[in-house]
């Protein structure tokens, strides 16, 4: 599957410089594992690390400059980190496939000369055939909406392309690396990702993936009030990020894997305490109604009856049952709502869809429950704090040799952290 092995982020927020995971040049770092779990205090950063991606997502949907606006950001000088006058940068660290080379995406955005937001820099990296060490070779660089990019995937760039100097001369780059393998590239919109427009042809496979990568990512910003809205019919595939479309990607799922779709509800009843089956109705209008059959009751109640919790575990487990998950899962808070007790096994299964060997997403959240950690092992677990300056600094759990001892011993990792075992300080 399709993984983010290391991210990075400077001057989004509280995130003034925070990384995680593995990149080209930390060889001797460990990647992202499968289920990444960041934990914290309020207030120390973990709804702006959840938002980073959902940033870098709309960037790419809708350009930078809308990307600042959505969402309630209040623009790009609302989200750039307090005190700072540089651009907001990321980095990706990503792997197609299991033994796919890791390409390297690294963007920068700033205000242009008349305040608007707009893309400073932009770059694709990747180490040549057969080499596992050395500098990767860019085959995408922009700078200002303009610069060079390589042709398929097979293609290796010249190394006047890589120096990491920011104030590179594009044009003098441009005409060093000219050749039957590249094409000069211009956009017309600076405001516009340029993954977002040669990702849309075909001479630039490796670009195209690394847009649908992004394109395919499912950040939840799930409300149960919204799941229990009753849309108008029409089946769409994937549930969108509020959890409103529920009973559309129900009428997908019963039509598109009509022989399995009986057999999903099943499984996902099993998992849901109190619940012993779960069916549709047809409405008058062809919607499909969710049916949820309580144990000790004779009449089914609808979803608009049932609890936020029931609501939101439905919602998670039919979302791991897809045929076709998205690659990247990234779920904010998932214990709001729900019995401290359902935790554990609501982990497992986010962990057992994340290792699946087939069908599987990277799955990423952010949590401050105890109960839920406790169903964690340290490599799993990142730990956000807020440093002296006010901004967030981040490490991973398994770093501290105490706690994986402690952990080896059978000492939960939640309640290691409710003692303040965790503590940086």
């Not at 792997?95 to 937001?117: F, H, S, V, W």
């Not at 009843?269 to 062809?286: R, Y």
């Not at 939101?312 to 007790?341: Q, R, S, T, W």
Request: proline share 5%; aromatic share 10%; glycine share 8%.
């Amino acid at each position: 599957m399709s993984k983010i092995e290391g991210f990075k982020v400077r001057n989004y927020r509280a995130l003034h410089n925070v990384q995680m995971g593995k990149f080209w040049n930390e060889n001797d770092k460990a990647p992202l594992s499968p289920m990444t779990v960041v934990i914290g205090k309020n207030g120390v950063g973990k709804s702006s690390l959840f938002d980073a991606f959902g940033f870098l997502a709309d960037c790419l949907k809708t350009g930078v400059e809308e990307a600042c606006d959505a969402r309630g950001r209040g623009g790009f000088e609302r989200i750039r980190s307090r005190g700072q006058s540089g651009p907001i940068e990321f980095e990706v660290y990503y792997r197609g496939d299991g033994n796919d080379r890791p390409i390297t995406y690294e963007l920068a955005i700033d205000l242009d000369k008349g305040g608007r937001p707009y893309v400073l820099r932009e770059r694709l990296r990747q180490r040549r055939k057969g080499t596992s060490t050395g500098r990767p070779l860019s085959f995408l660089r922009l700078q200002e909406g303009k610069g060079i990019a390589w042709k398929g995937d097979a293609a290796t760039a010249s190394k006047q392309l890589d120096t990491d100097d920011t104030n590179v001369n594009i044009d003098e780059l441009i005409q060093k690396s000219e050749s039957a393998e590249t094409e000069a590239v211009q956009l017309d919109d600076k405001r516009r990702l340029g993954i977002a427009t040669l990702g849309s042809l075909k001479q630039h496979p490796r670009i195209t993936a690394f847009r649908r990568f992004i394109e395919g990512w499912y950040l939840s910003y799930f409300t149960p009030d919204a799941a229990r809205s009753l849309p108008l019919a029409g089946p769409q595939k994937q549930l969108n990020v509020h959890g409103d479309n529920l009973g559309n990607v129900v009428q997908y799922m019963e039509r598109e894997h009509k022989a399995r779709f009986q057999s999903i509800l099943d499984r996902i009843a099993e998992k849901i305490p109190g619940i012993q089956t779960i069916d549709t109705l047809p409405s008058p209008d062809k919607r499909l109604l969710l049916r949820f059959n309580n144990k000790g009751f004779v009449d089914p109640f609808f979803a608009q009856e049932m609890s936020d919790g029931t609501l939101k575990v439905f919602a998670y487990l039919l979302l791991l049952e897809d045929p076709n998950p998205p690659p990247f899962i990234c779920i904010e808070e998932p214990e709001n709502g729900l019995y401290h007790k359902l935790l554990e096994s609501l982990v497992a299964e986010f962990r057992a869809h994340a290792t699946s060997k087939k069908h599987s997403s990277q799955v990423f959240v952010t949590t401050h429950q105890p109960y839920l950690v406790d169903a964690l092992q340290p490599d799993e677990v990142w730990i956000l704090e807020k440093g002296l300056d006010g901004f967030s600094t981040i490490r991973r759990a398994s770093d501290h040799p105490v706690v994986n001892a402690m952990v080896e011993q059978g000492l939960p990792l939640g309640g290691l952290w409710y003692s303040d075992y965790l503590d940086g300080k």
